[in-house]
């Protein structure tokens, strides 16, 4: 192996068979980043590794993936649970240790962040790894200096907000690359682009890193960056870059990264446009590091209020639910309750750090957070509602078996049902209103609901009624007979009349009819036309010899 600066190529044949041969895939797993993790590190525990090196790979745009991760990783597919790593995008985690585990021996985790991962998870899944992420990149993507940080810059985010970039390293495996002078080309063009990102998209918090803006790629990945080739495995140089370490820091890590909440500074700071330039103003940091837990607080206590009064609303809840015919009335206190509740406590905190609350609440942080506040409250009662609904559903079905139990069995019981399923349909329709919040506006549709409850109705009436007739308590009314009528015309119903013999009962074809308008066509072969025409003298509408 031999390497220029950083840059790093070529690797000898034998260390190639040696390392191949020393290393087998222990198992794989299609579930979601970053927790799929923690499943690896029970892997390769269980396997007898004692230390482990972690890593998130992510791509560029252009990148084929169909066997990314067998050539990185040196996968034959020879083993027994290498079929567990799929370069398909399913396989989203995937362990490796020696094929001889001893005491001592180093396993390796792998994260693969497919392109259709979201940008949180992204992040997450590299802080996961310890800031250990390889980067994949295409002679295309570089080119165009587009493509190469829709995985990438997340982590880059999270890492500088949470001042962790001291312990974050970056190996950049270039496709095609064949020589020195192309991993030189690929390092001044990524560097490039990596620069460009940082000066304009990335959210940095220089409070977390020094007091200092980071300007190119080694500012946030401190441990090094280096340039490899594809055209050998990467496993024994990922695990010289990024370190071992224990497997309780690795799953603290995972846990640590699964369980923060979405309002913390570090997803603030990721999650913020760059319009809030957060790094900007020590006003938003201080907003955004207190009143994070203020708004946790206040949708704790709004879903806390209206729980009190509908009682449990899951199968896992002790208490029995019941129907508040007020609900979205309810719900609309309860948020009003919180954002009074969180106004309060922006006035308190900016007292508490000397500055003004209402100069808090001004900030794009606060407002942010407010207006998240008003979301997070109605989408966590999406569900109370959806149990609201089935409230009423029962009640009304209730009230319609109440309203047939006073029903008398006659001929036109039938219809006497039909009456009082319309009436119980009424009842809910009248009462579906005042269950809705007026500022919910992406609870669930009632119309679902509304229909299964109608043919609950229905089909109730169809067995009451099949019983009641299996029974002989109820027989319907007889049926009232109808009769027909046929009118028609007879051509002739006089007769032949004198023109005629009598034996020639039926029409020959020297007739000619003429409608009432007096209007017809008359082929007179020989002599004159009205010669032809005799008048009959049977009815309005005459009949003419030609």
Not at 418 to 441: H, T, Y
Request: hydrophobic share 40%; glycine share 8%.
């Amino acid at each position: 192996m031999w390497k220029i600066g950083k840059v790093v190529v070529g690797v000898s044949l034998g260390f190639l068979v040696k390392h191949v041969s020393a290393s087998i895939v222990v198992s794989g797993t299609t579930s979601r980043l970053p927790m799929a993790l923690s499943t690896i590190l029970n892997d390769l525990e269980a396997e007898g590794a004692t230390s482990v090196t972690t890593a998130a790979v992510v791509t560029s745009a252009s990148v084929d993936r169909s066997s990314l991760l067998c050539k990185l990783f040196g996968i034959s597919g020879e083993g027994d649970h290498d079929d567990e790593v799929q370069d398909d995008g399913s396989t989203t985690a995937f362990g490796k240790t020696a094929s001889h585990a001893e005491e001592g021996g180093v396993g390796l985790a792998v994260a693969t962040c497919s392109s259709s991962l979201s940008c949180q998870d992204a992040a997450s899944t590299a802080v996961a790894c310890g800031g250990t992420v390889v980067l994949v990149v295409n002679s295309v993507d570089l080119d165009r200096g587009e493509g190469l940080f829709s995985s990438l810059a997340p982590a880059m985010e999270r890492l500088l907000a949470l001042g962790s970039s001291s312990d974050a390293s970056l190996l950049v495996v270039v496709e095609g690359a064949s020589s020195s002078s192309d991993l030189q080309a690929a390092k001044a063009k990524l560097e490039r682009a990596a620069s460009a990102m940082l000066a304009s998209a990335i959210v940095q918090a220089p409070e977390a890193n020094n007091g200092k803006n980071a300007m190119v790629l080694k500012d946030v990945f401190g441990k090094g960056v280096e340039y490899v080739s594809d055209s050998q495995p990467i496993d024994d140089m990922l695990s010289r870059l990024g370190g071992t370490r224990a497997f309780t820091d690795a799953a603290a890590s995972v846990s640590s990264s699964v369980s923060s909440d979405n309002t913390d500074l570090a997803l603030l700071l990721t999650a913020a446009p760059p319009s809030l330039s957060l790094s900007n103003s020590p006003k938003e940091l201080a907003a955004a590091r207190s009143l994070g837990p203020v708004a946790r607080s206040a949708l704790r206590s709004a879903m806390t209020a209206v729980l009190s009064v509908t009682g449990g609303y899951d199968t896992e809840s002790s208490a029995e639910p019941k129907l508040i015919t007020n609900f979205g009335s309810l719900c609309d206190a309860a948020v009003k309750r919180a954002l009074d509740e969180f106004d309060t406590a922006v006035g308190s905190v900016g007292k508490k750090k000397n500055t003004a609350g209402s100069s808090l609440a001004t900030t794009k942080v606060a407002k942010k957070l407010r207006a998240d506040l008003v979301e997070s409250v109605y989408a966590e009662l999406a569900d109370v509602y959806e149990a609201q609904l089935k409230q009423l559903s029962l009640a009304c079905f209730e009230s319609f078996q109440r309203g047939l139990s006073g029903l008398k069995v006659s001929p036109n019981l039938g219809a006497d049902m039909q009456g009082v399923l319309a009436d119980s349909m009424k009842e809910f329709k009248s009462k579906l209103p005042s269950l809705k919040a007026a500022s919910a506006n992406h609870w669930p549709s009632a119309d679902a609901t509304k229909s299964e409850l109608r043919q609950q109705m229905q089909d109730y009436n169809t067995e009451r009624l099949t019983m009641a007739r299996a029974s002989g308590q109820f027989r319907p009314a007889p049926r009232k007979g109808f009769g027909i009528g046929f009118h028609w015309l007879l051509p002739k119903p006089f007769g032949n009349d004198y023109r005629l013999e009598p034996w020639d009962v039926h029409t020959k074809e020297n007739l000619v009819y003429v409608p009432p308008d007096k209007v017809t066509d008359v082929d007179a072969t020989s002599g004159d036309w009205r010669n032809s025409i005799v008048p009959s003298p049977s009815g309005n509408e005459l009949i003419y010899m030609q």
